[in-house]
């Protein structure tokens, strides 16, 4: 007779999430659910996820620290508060209480999802596809994406200094040169629009170490080189060579002048796209599930 092991049982809730988070599909969920037996249940969880409060009503006060381990979760530019979170997962380096987990990560399809249009849109990105050492590579192809819609950071100089010698593509609120506006732009149809530009314009919100958001990933998914902006040390995550970094040069109009250099110089740009994203073509072992999990059970049990 084969003896089949039973997951231990563990009760979990969210709160303070962005909009159209579910609660039952999610990365957390997900991810407990590879060795648990998950509940959703807000009567006294084991385990409380909250985030930034994108909502103001402050729900994770209401719950109790003595009989529940809150932990902080932020995919924002916000630091925790381990004055009311017993643990936090962040874009700040990896301590005792917090572990880093940049944005982007959320992004992969850890668990092998099945897409659906009524599920949360960040489960899109395909893990092989975006480690396959078979990329697809496309020379004649449009200029230059860009989708935004907050008005912050160096997108608000960096588009028109570049845009002033070639079109710059503007999807989103921000800037917009389109016939429409797209909305959300974690989407479907974000990917196939990035996919007919040699360049997307991947620029953050701000510049803080560690923090790394979608938007280089999602450049490189669709196989447009990213022109990022952001985290001064995005290297860590990413294959330096795959990508421009604004950072790396000594002013905004010497990027400008070899961004054009490479769009017209065939051979730059088809080496540039030819790296692999990621070192060794392989994401760090650091952002595996396994070592996500193994920190929020350390909390659990400590």
């Known amino acids: 007779m084969v003896n089949f092991m039973s997951k231990e049982k563990i009760k979990i809730f969210f709160t303070d999430f962005w909009p159209n988070f579910v609660l039952n599909d999610n990365y957390f969920y997900h991810l407990l659910k590879q060795k648990y037996d998950v509940t959703i249940s807000n009567t006294k969880p084991d385990i409380l996820f909250f985030s930034v409060d994108y909502s103001n009503k402050k729900d994770h006060l209401k719950f109790d620290n003595s009989s529940t381990k809150k932990i902080f979760y932020t995919g924002e530019n916000i630091n925790p508060n381990f004055d009311n979170c017993d643990a936090a997962l962040s874009f700040n380096p990896s301590t005792e209480n917090n572990f880093r987990l940049p944005l982007w990560v959320l992004f992969l399809n850890w668990f092998h999802v ?20 078979n990329k697809i590579l496309k020379p004649n192809k449009k200029f230059c994406s860009f989708i935004a ?7 608000m100089e960096f588009f028109d200094k570049l845009n002033a010698f070639e ?47 979608e938007k280089i990933l999602h450049s490189m998914y669709a196989n447009s080189i990213p022109i990022y902006w952001g985290a001064p040390d995005v290297a860590l995550d990413f294959n330096e060579k795959s990508f421009i970094d604004i950072n790396n040069y000594n002013n905004d109009e010497d990027a400008v002048q070899d961004i054009l250099d490479i769009y017209s110089n065939k051979q730059r740009y088809l080496e540039i796209l ?13 952002f595996h599930p396994e070592k996500v999990l193994g920190f929020i059970e350390h909390q659990l049990n400590s």
């Open 114 to 133: 099945p897409y659906s249009k009524n599920r949360d849109q960040s489960y899109l990105l395909n893990i092989e596809k975006l480690t396959s050492s």
């Open 149 to 155: 819609s907050k008005p912050e950071g160096k997108r």
């Open 167 to 213: 079109e710059v593509s503007s999807a989103g609120r921000l800037f917009n040169n389109t016939k429409s506006i797209k909305g959300r732009g974690d989407q479907k149809w974000k990917m196939k629009y990035l996919k007919k530009y040699k360049f997307n314009l991947a620029l953050e919100n701000s510049s803080t170490p560690g923090y790394v958001t």
């Open 274 to 286: 030819s790296e692999p994203w990621f070192k060794n073509n392989t994401i760090p072992l650091r």
